[in-house]
């Protein structure tokens, strides 16, 4: 008897074995995906991870219900990195596997109602029950979810269960399949029709039938099908458009046997052809850099490239990808946003065509699958552009690795489990390839430059701007000055405007960066100081002025904004506080009316193409003045922008973290370098309270190595990275009394193994999401000790803990290297 081992969608400790029926037995292969019965009546969709002879000594196995595939979904490689992302993050497999499949590969089991057919109707329904029975009168299955629509009640789950009681209806649990594969109809001559002597005397026929004439005119004209080497497949669709008139003329032609109509798959994805042109030449910088990036490959594995803003890194990744690409090898080329995919992809494209390909969370369930497939079946994407999650991908044998602006840390995932960091999951991943990683940025991260300066990885140093472009001229505003002075015009000080004013009188573009998305961070009441705050998070709800809405940034719970104050009910005495990108927004249309303002944050790009419209926008100077958050910081190049306004780098630096200073630095360092053109030095204005703080100096020289340097000492100190790995433990429940025994209890027992390695229990400072208390356990390991035998060591504990009934309800995480 064969046996498999299957990894189920779901955060669970082990696979599990089935047996595989004799029809399957010499297919199965590891990879391969197989739907199997879980529980008492669930499906899933699993993946086969090991197939064997050995019988299961603690349950009997059940069978597989069905084979999905006839080639498995994933490569050898990919199993490995599922293993080594389980292991390190402290993640279930089936965590992994939820991550990285996309959801159109995973059937799933769909609960399905129908009218029993044997039911005889009773007088004595309620109104509930006769709604849902009307619903399924036409005797078909539908699922719950579906029924709920169509009744429009919230949850048809407890009427169905007294309809089922009385034997009314029939409950099933059926797998539904979320990918359909995209289809269009095309036309076409039949064989017959398509010899020339028949051709001809099919135009004598049709002298009489106008429209039908003009049918087969526009498709020959459209088709090229008389002129060899240039026939394209014409659907149905333009034919009838272009033609102008109705299906009945085509129809005719199809009933005489001229034409014939088909159906085949098109896809989602972009399959124009794209005219590629010729890569830049590399500066004389831009060439020494790439020898020492090919000289250091040779002995390292990884190698940063530590260049200045606008060096011309994207050049450098050109020319490493085409040499990669011409060895018949794969490139992944990471990025930290899909706003980074839009303006990269156009550039990208222009060197590769339709071997590029593009992976993010923007593209549909269906889009991804065809992106998965593309990848899997070598069709035509040899380099793939993309967000964390493209490390994922099943590479046939990957080349290299790209990770730009390396330092970001949105390459990190924070929930759901796997919480992996995809810079330090990509180098594993080109381990496991034979591949080199080259991690690039204009900031390193504090320990990827260790990692450089003591030679674990390769370093290269490009300090030189491209086309010779200066760094911007940074000007530091005393903000907390201006206000005493009276100066400043709502929160712009007077130099900022007077630039503002300069840069669109010479028709240059302005950046505006606040890190902060919203109207308003919250609203107060001016008699009792009322601040509303979520009903399910421990945080003050976001003014958003465009929706008319307070919202939470945790949960998503929304309400309208109150006219009166709902703790003293005074009318009128509720006003905003602080500032977001929406409030900078309307002040700059106020201030500048004449002016095209864009905004580019959280709010603004929910859709696919929202990203691109801003950003096209922009490049074509359509738009005069962009606002935004983090996002336009991270390495977009606008040539005409002239001057980058900072309006608050206070919050960025006040925030209690030991990476505060550094993702400050960061953070002003990248937006500063926006500024600039290839004549004309950009200016920087950089409004702050703390105008003689070390990381504002350090920005204003652009002294990362000082920064680097400030750092490490106090981190060295302290016991942080560089120089001690961390994993932070974050416990959950909904009973703050429970979570605080069960924290207390934690450390104690965590304390007994590790010492004075444990830090806490603390609160942070959102201390409830969504109903659920929250506390932190910090452990600190040393870098020369065995992580391996700390997350052990740490596990048990941890499983001792919830294995307490008292705790049966407690969420426990580890988060590995949290940023």
């Known amino acids: ?64 219900l069905c084979l999905l595939d006839n080639e498995p979904i994933l490569r050898r490689p ?121 051709l001809r005397k099919l135009f004598d026929d049709l002298s009489r039938a106008k429209k039908q004439l003009d049918v087969l005119m526009m498709y020959i004209d459209l088709s090229k099908c008389l002129t060899p080497n240039k026939q394209r497949e014409v659907s149905k669709k333009e034919l009838l458009e272009r033609t102008g008139v109705s299906a009945a003329a085509l129809n005719g032609l199809v009933e005489r046997g001229a034409m014939e109509i088909y159906t085949k798959e098109i896809g989602r994805l972009d399959s124009s052809e794209i005219q590629t042109s010729e890569q830049y030449e590399l500066n004389k910088y831009q060439q020494q850099a790439y020898s020492e990036i090919e000289k250091q490959f040779v002995e390292k594995s990884v190698v940063l490239l530590h260049g200045v803003t606008s060096s011309g890194k994207t050049e450098l990744y050109i020319q490493l990808i085409n040499k990669v690409l011409s060895e018949g090898k794969q490139v992944l080329y990471l990025v930290p946003e899909i706003a980074l995919t839009t303006q990269l992809t156009t550039r990208l494209k222009r060197v590769f065509g339709r071997r590029l390909g593009v992976y993010h969370s923007k ?64 180098i594993m991943l080109a381990s496991l390839h034979g591949a080199k990683t080259l991690l690039g940025t204009a900031t390193p991260a504090v320990e990827t430059y260790h990692n450089g300066l003591t030679g674990k990885f390769g370093l290269v140093e490009l300090n030189q701007r491209h086309e010779e472009m200066a760094m911007p001229e940074i000007l530091v505003v005393d903000s907390k000055e201006a206000y005493r002075k009276k100066e400043m015009q709502s929160h712009f000080t ?32 001016k008699a009792c100081a009322y601040v509303p705050h979520c009903k399910n998070c421990d945080v003050s709800l976001t003014v958003h002025k465009v929706l008319n809405t307070l919202s939470c940034h945790y949960c998503g719970y929304t309400e309208a904004i109150p006219k009166i104050c709902h703790a003293c009910g005074t009318p009128g005495t509720l006003t905003t506080k602080g500032f977001g990108t929406e409030k900078i927004e309307d002040e700059i249309k106020l201030l500048f009316p004449d002016t095209r303002v864009s905004r580019m944050d959280f709010d603004t790009t929910r859709t696919k193409k929202s990203y691109e419209k801003i950003l096209t926008d922009f490049e074509q100077a359509k738009v005069d003045i962009l606002i935004g958050t983090q996002m336009i910081s991270k390495g977009l190049d ?79 100190l302290f016991k942080y990275p560089p120089y001690f790995r961390l994993i932070q433990i974050v416990l959950r429940h909904r009973d703050p009394n429970v979570l605080n025994l069960a924290a207390n209890r934690m450390s104690i027992d965590m304390r007994a193994v590790f010492g004075i390695r444990i830090l806490g229990p603390n609160t942070p400072s959102v201390s409830r999401i969504q109903n659920l208390y929250i506390k932190h356990i910090l452990l600190k390991i040393e870098i020369d000790a065995s992580p391996e035998r700390a997350k052990e060591l740490l596990r048990q504990v941890v499983n001792q803990v919830i294995a307490d009934p008292q705790f049966k309800a407690l969420w426990v995480n580890l988060d590995v290297d949290p940023m």
């Open 494 to 525: 007077p130099l900022l405007l007077e630039k503002i004013t300069n840069a669109l009188q010479n028709s240059e573009q302005v950046i505006l960066f606040q890190n902060r998305r919203g109207y308003a961070p919250y609203i107060e009441c």
């Open 1 to 64: 008897m064969k046996y498999v081992d299957v990894i189920l969608p779901l955060p669970l400790a082990n696979t599990f074995t089935y047996s595989v029926p004799e029809e399957w037995a010499e297919q199965v292969r590891m990879g391969m995906r197989v739907v199997v019965p879980f529980g008492k009546k669930k499906m899933y969709t699993a993946v086969v991870y090991l197939v064997h002879s050995v019988t299961p000594t603690i349950y009997e196995a059940k069978d597989i």
């Open 78 to 198: 990919q199993m490995k990195f599922w293993e080594w992302i389980s292991s390190y993050y402290q993640a279930f497999l089936g965590d992994v596997y939820q991550a990285a499949v996309p959801a159109g590969l995973k059937l799933e089991s769909e609960t399905q109602v129908r009218i029993n057919p044997d039911y005889e109707a009773e007088s004595k329904l309620s109104d509930k029950e006769g709604k849902v029975l009307d619903a399924l009168s036409d005797g078909k299955a539908i699922s719950v979810s579906e029924l709920n629509k169509i009744t429009e009640m919230r949850d048809t789950m407890p009427t169905l269960k007294q309809l089922l009681e009385k034997g009314a209806v029939e409950i099933s649990e059926e797998l539904t399949e979320k990918f359909r594969a995209k289809t269009d109809t095309f036309v076409r001559l039949t064989d017959e029709t398509a010899k020339e002597d028949n």
């Open 363 to 426: 593209f549909s369930d269906a889009e991804r699958v065809e992106i998965w497939n593309n990848v899997l079946n070598d069709k035509t994407y040899d380099v793939i552009i993309g967000v964390r999650s493209s490390i994922f991908l099943p590479f046939r044998q990957l080349g290299l690795i790209i990770v730009d602006e390396e330092h970001e840390s949105s390459y990190k995932q924070y929930d759901p489990a796997p919480r992996y960091h995809a810079r330090n999951a990509a």
């Open 638 to 716: 606008f040539e005409r922008v002239s001057l980058v306004g900072i309006l608050n780098a206070d919050n960025m630096l006040n925030f209690p973290d030991f990476r505060a200073y550094e993702r400050a630095y960061q953070l002003m360092a990248q937006v500063s370098g926006r500024a600039g053109r290839k004549n004309k030095r950009g200016t920087v204005v950089l409004q702050t309270s703390s105008p003689e703080h070390p990381i504002i100096g350090q920005v204003i020289r652009n002294d990362y190595k000082a920064m680097f340097n400030t750092q490490c000492a106090e981190r060295q």
